[in-house]
């Protein structure tokens, strides 16, 4: 048992350290310049409830490290509930998931060309003017 | 019939991991397929009871399901939903779960209109998709009940999110028309006038769920009812109400759950009350806690419950004639099937996501009656001490 749990604990901690080092910006196509959103607000959005914006989440496929990132500072789950949670969404009729692009270019192309769709990416991307960062986690 | 169903599907499902292609079928069209499907062995280590069917032997046929789904986007803002389900166990047939028409006038309302699972405690409506959850089996003590499994009506779900929390308001209303098997049972129920309430307040990391579900239930065991009758038309009134499955039934629920990337807490307190003489009126809790190490979790579970029934009538005297012995013979038999009872389960499992759709499970179980009557297990002989361990392993898949 120790030697399984010493490993996945150490390569946690790393996980954690290296996380330090990122941080994610959430951008989005709209004209309403003025929206600045909470972190509880993005986990929301992301997990398909309601805000009182026309905002459409659009999200990068499991195996993405942005993705992990944002799972890990943002919603708070790791992406086997996250894949849980929507298999319980899906099956009772309650909620949507996310679309998913592939790529963080090709996330930021789509939302240059979709009004109302928003989606998260690692902050060191350059954002394209007419684009509006509504959270950012340092 | 069910298990060469349950077969075939075995077999599209390796075919399918075989492939490693998911089988969604038309994703940018209006119809969309999925589906989900559970392979469960379990036995128990106990050669003088059984336990939902398992016995000291490993059985797969118990709790392994299969569930197909399809959506069709009618228009943009109404869609279809039909659900089947086939299952190897006995306790429910196999068939139509869902089957529903969805209106979504705003992004915040929707509403169902159709058959649906009744969202009674937290994880009735999805039962049945053991993807979504860490156990194998869900806490005993808690999730028992076999009163308001579907409903035939209209659902109204609104949420709003703030700053800092979001707010999910449910209702109800609808009937329900199905035959169920219950530890072995045949039952005929009929809900009427089935109507709930499920708040759910999501902060932070907290999800807290209260609800009340309520219903004019019917149920009609075929030997009972007919014994009932007898004893009514001899006029015994008061043994036969006593025996009625007529009546209001009642659930109330609370739970807590927090939960983030390292580890999680759930604790969920259920409450039943009915008139009916089969369905006890039953306390139940459970709580549960657990890590996670991506890909692995692990957890422990801890879930009681205590049931009342209704009091025997002491209404037929004894000793009159050898007809009203009989009669008063048959009565003390029925009444002395149930009693009341308090159990009590603990258990242990892990749980690990081999891919994102894909995940294998295994619990073990002590499980426990406490003291009065036989709460769990059936088939007991009298060697039986009351306590058996319960192992199960599951394979859970979503497409």
């Known amino acids: 048992m120790k030697t399984l749990f010493f490993p996945l604990i150490f390569s946690a901690f790393i996980g954690v350290h290296a996380s330090a080092n990122n941080s994610i910006v959430v951008v989005a196509n709209t004209d309403n310049k003025q929206i600045q959103l909470s972190r509880q607000q993005v986990r929301n959005l992301f997990m398909g409830n309601a805000l009182p914006y026309d905002l459409e989440a659009i999200a990068l496929p499991p195996d993405n490290q942005t993705r992990v990132l944002f799972n890990t500072r943002v919603v708070g789950l790791t992406e086997s509930r996250i894949q849980s949670y929507w298999a319980q969404m899906r099956f009772t009729g309650r909620k949507k998931e996310p679309k998913e692009i592939g790529t963080e270019r090709a996330i930021l192309e789509y939302i240059l060309h979709n009004p109302g769709s928003v989606g998260y990416l690692p902050s060191g991307i350059s954002i394209p003017d007419g684009l509006t960062i509504l959270y950012s986690a340092l | ?399």
């Open chain 2, 1 to 399: 019939m069910i298990i060469k169903l349950f077969q075939s599907t075995l077999i599209a499902i390796c075919v399918s991991l075989t492939l490693t292609s998911v089988v969604y079928a038309d994703d940018d069209g209006n119809v969309r397929f999925s589906g989900f499907a559970r392979v469960v062995a379990g036995y128990i280590d106990e050669e003088y009871a059984e336990f939902n069917g398992y016995e000291d032997r490993v059985s797969l046929e118990q709790q392994s399901l299969f569930g197909m789904q399809a959506d069709y986007q009618i228009i943009d803002n109404v869609s279809a939903t039909a659900q089947v389900i086939g299952r190897t166990g006995d306790d429910n047939k196999s068939g139509i779960e869902w089957l529903y028409f969805t209106y979504a006038p705003t992004k915040a309302l929707k509403l169902k209109l159709g058959r649906q699972r009744t969202p009674v405690f937290s994880y009735s409506d999805f039962s049945d998709v053991g993807f979504a959850y860490e156990w194998v089996s869900l806490p005993q003590q808690v999730y028992q009940q076999f009163l308001f499994p579907n409903f035939d009506g209209l659902h109204a779900q609104y949420e709003y999110v703030s700053k800092s929390t979001s707010l999910n308001f449910e209702s109800y209303y609808g009937e329900l028309d199905r035959e169920f098997t219950y530890q072995g049972d045949s039952l005929d129920v009929k809900v009427s006038n089935m109507f709930g309430i499920v708040s759910t307040l999501g902060y932070e990391s907290w999800t807290f769920r209260a609800s009340f579900h309520q219903g004019d239930a019917d149920v009609t065991q075929q030997e009972l009812s007919a014994f009932s009758d007898i004893l009514r038309n001899v006029g015994f009134t008061q043994s036969a109400d006593s025996l009625s499955n007529e009546g209001v039934g009642r659930f109330y629920q609370l739970s807590a759950f927090y939960e983030n990337v390292d580890y999680f807490f759930r604790s969920e307190v259920t409450r039943l009350r009915t008139e009916l003489f089969l369905a006890p009126d039953s306390n139940g809790y459970f709580i549960s806690g657990g890590m996670h190490f991506y890909p692995f979790s692990i957890y422990t579970s801890l879930s009681r419950d205590t049931n009342k029934y209704s009091a025997d009538i002491a209404e037929i005297p004894i000793g009159v004639n050898a007809q009203l012995d009989q009669l008063a013979l048959g009565y003390q038999q029925i009444v002395g099937q149930i009693g009341n009872n308090s159990t009590v389960s603990y258990s242990v499992g892990g749980r690990w996501d081999w891919k994102d759709n894909l995940a294998f499970k295994a619990q073990a179980t002590l499980l426990k009656e406490r003291d009065g009557y036989h709460g769990l297990f059936t088939a007991r002989d009298e060697m039986f001490g009351g306590k058996a361990m319960f192992y199960q392993l599951a394979l859970e898949w979503v497409f």
